[in-house]
């Protein structure tokens, strides 16, 4: 695997890849290669994949929830 030197990076860029990295659970090296491979194409992050597979089985799903149906179980305790 190689390994990527990047000079001269601005301190303001560096805090904000740090504090993503710090939310999603990740290293600054590993946050950057996601965002790379994000932004070159090259595969979907577990996120993105479990993204995709919840939009899916949610268009197969027949019935969605309307305001009106919402509106019954809230009227009936089930929210």
Same mark, same amino acid.
Request: glycine share 2%; proline share 4%; net charge positive.
């Given at each position: ?39 070159? *194409? ?34 009936? *305790?089930?929210?």
């Amino acid at each position: 695997m190689a390994n990527l030197t990047v000079k001269d990076l601005p301190d303001s860029l560096y805090e904000k890849l740090k504090s993503q990295a710090h939310a999603n659970r990740r290293s600054i090296a590993s946050e950057v290669t996601v965002l790379l491979e994000r932004a070159l *194409g090259e595969r979907a992050t577990p996120e993105e994949e479990l993204l995709q597979r919840a939009k899916r089985l949610r268009d197969r799903t027949p019935t969605r929830l309307t305001e009106e149906k919402r509106r019954e179980a809230l009227r009936r *305790g089930r929210a």
